[in-house]
């Protein structure tokens, strides 16, 4: 594992790089949020990185190609951490952020480690009921079907089997919480709870944990 230094003000954190991927990036508070879980980081004696870190200058670029710079830079950010954290809370839809189910994958396909929280219980089959509704139809076979006829999965799983098998089949885990609606992206205590699975996993952070 990478061990890095990090200068705040007057305080030195030293210890893992994290990367933060989800959907935070899209709130109207988006940097407070950011910033909230830098400084959890920090309390647990480790680094936090999130995809608003880089530097670069987009200004002159087109649209395109900053799509393509920006994606090009969290790769980097992925590769120079230790340690994956993944927002999964259903974004825009039943569920997670296609960004961060990307990122997550990425980082799994680079041998790092990766932790995942949720601020939504439930099974991605009960969302994508609720979601569907009416469309939702039983198989001849067994099984659901959407109004296209294509199976709807069901494995009992947090979110798509492939986003549980990247974090549970490196030894992490997927911290489910249940925070008021109005506070399902802002709601810290799963990402929280992801770093002290760290400490645990990794034996290293402050005494906090």
């Known amino acids: 594992m990478r061990s890095s230094t990090a200068r705040k003000g007057d305080a030195v954190t030293t210890?893992?790089?994290?990367?933060?991927a989800g959907p935070d990036v899209f709130l109207a508070e988006a940097a407070a949020v950011l910033a909230a879980k830098r400084k959890l980081c920090a309390e647990y004696g480790f680094i936090g990185v999130t995809?608003?870190?880089?530097?670069?200058?987009?200004?002159m670029l087109p649209k395109h190609?900053?799509?393509?710079?920006?994606?090009?830079?969290?790769?980097?950010?992925?590769?120079?951490?230790?340690?994956?954290?993944?927002?999964?809370?259903p974004f825009r839809g039943p569920s997670a952020d296609v960004g961060t189910a990307y990122e997550?994958?990425?980082?799994?396909?680079?041998?790092?480690?990766?932790?995942?929280?949720?601020?939504?219980?439930?099974?991605?089959?009960?969302?994508?009921?609720d979601a569907l509704g009416e469309q939702v139809k039983e198989r001849p076979g067994g099984g659901l079907e959407d109004a296209d006829g294509m199976v709807i999965e069901d494995f009992d799983c947090v979110d798509n089997l492939m986003l549980v098998v990247a974090v549970e089949g490196g030894g992490g885990r997927v911290v489910i919480n249940s925070p008021p609606a109005d506070r399902r992206f802002v709601d810290l205590a799963g990402f929280e709870a992801c770093l002290k699975l760290v400490v645990e996993?990794?034996?290293m952070g402050s005494e906090q944990a």
Do not use: H, K, W
């Open 51 to 59: 995809p608003i870190d880089s530097e670069a200058d987009l200004s």
């Open 15 to 20: 210890g893992l790089r994290i990367y933060l």
């Open 65 to 89: 190609a900053a799509a393509l710079r920006i994606g090009t830079n969290n790769e980097d950010m992925i590769r120079s951490c230790d340690v994956v954290i993944a927002n999964l809370t």
């Open 104 to 129: 997550l994958g990425f980082a799994r396909a680079l041998g790092l480690p990766v932790l995942a929280y949720t601020n939504v219980a439930g099974s991605l089959l009960e969302r994508t009921r």
């Open 201 to 203: 996993q990794f034996g």
